[in-house]
């Protein structure tokens, strides 16, 4: 098979390539601006691969992703370049609409323009996957959980933007019958994430005995998804799913931010001796600070749609790699 991924140099689209390489006969374009949340570590694994190309191009630029695409005349289309961190969103919107929102508009349109030209069997194949994230939904309440079927409602410029660009790709293929697949998936955790987000920066932090900032009460809970678990069902979602059809990727992993924090630490201090950084317990670096705007409260997925009707389960345990996680960020972190 033939891919473009767009976003390959991100945490998710890093674990995707390696996946996709996995299999000799496949071949990969990555397309990607290569911002300041590129894994460049990860991605020099792929620089000796004959099929693997990185294009430094940023998705907005119509004629320049019009021209990759009919030249490189891919099977399916991994679109996964995105502005993705709340917290940047509030700061600064309009990068993150023109990115996310532009942006696919960009890369559906030129990949329905070249869908238009394919012969008739490669056109009943070709597949364009959007990832996005169960962020779309808002927020829940206790006991419930987002299903493929739950209103829209996001609550910040970044949860917005991904919205609007979920209903583009929906909307290409209602009006073009484009065939799309929509995946809306739950935070993800694993090698390679930047410090930002949120198990990344407890680690770090920790390390380097800095405080650990936790939003409000560190109640707000969220569903914990390991990378190689979401990789894993978007291949299959991308080789199984119905055309214009949305799957929600979730493994059913709740913690409220506070507990997972305390997790974190705990397993620090088993780890490593809190003494040798002038501690006793890591968790003493737990700093509370005013909360973010707009924080929703909580999030849990429902994956019943991929599970029953792909068969697709996750399959990574969140106590093992959670584990497995801390001591990648130790053993690259710890000097």
């Known amino acids: 098979m033939k891919y473009v991924v767009t976003g390959g140099s991100g ?3 890093c674990h995707l390539i390696n996946l996709l390489l996995e299999n000799s006969d496949n071949t990969v374009v990555n397309i990607d601006k290569l911002t300041y949340a590129s894994n460049e570590r990860h991605l020099s694994d792929f620089e000796c691969n004959s099929n693997y190309l990185l294009q430094k191009i940023d998705i907005i630029n119509f004629q320049n992703i019009k021209k ?17 961190h709340v917290d940047n969103s509030i ?24 869908w238009l030209t394919l012969e008739q069997s490669k056109k009943k194949n070709f597949r364009f996957l959007h990832v996005s994230t169960d962020e779309v939904y808002g927020s ?11 209103k829209y409602d996001p609550s910040s410029p970044y949860s917005a933007s991904k919205a609007a660009s979920d209903h583009l790709v929906r909307a290409w293929n209602r009006t073009y019958g484009l065939p799309t697949l929509v995946t809306n998936c739950s935070n993800n955790f694993g ?13 770090i932090n920790a390390l380097q005995k800095k405080p650990i900032p936790i939003y409000g009460s560190g109640k707000n809970v969220r569903d914990w998804l390991y990378v190689e678990d979401h990789v894993e069902a978007l291949c299959h979602v991308m080789d199984n799913g119905k055309v214009g059809e949305t799957y929600n990727i979730g493994s059913d992993n709740q913690k409220s931010n506070i507990d997972l924090t305390y997790l974190i630490c705990n397993s620090l201090d088993k780890k490593l001796s809190p003494f040798k950084f002038g501690l006793e317990t890591f968790s003493q670096l737990i700093t ?22 792909l068969k697709w389960q996750s399959k990574y345990n969140f106590e093992t790699y959670i584990e497995l996680t801390i001591d990648w960020y130790i053993k690259n972190y710890v000097k």
């Open 68 to 84: 990759i695409i009919d030249d490189y005349k891919p099977d399916a289309i991994f679109h996964l370049a995105a502005e993705s």
């Open 91 to 114: 700061e600064n919107p309009l990068e993150f609409i023109k990115t996310n929102v532009l942006g696919t508009g960009v890369m559906i349109e030129a990949a329905n323009q070249y």
């Open 11 to 13: 945490f998710i689209g």
């Open 191 to 203: 090698p390679y994430q930047h410090f930002e987000k949120l198990i990344p920066k407890i680690i």
């Open 140 to 150: 829940l309440k206790d006991g419930e959980y987002f299903t493929e079927e739950t």
């Open 288 to 309: 509370y600070v005013n909360d973010r705007p707009g924080h929703d409260q909580r999030y849990a997925i429902d994956s019943m749609k991929i599970q029953n009707e």
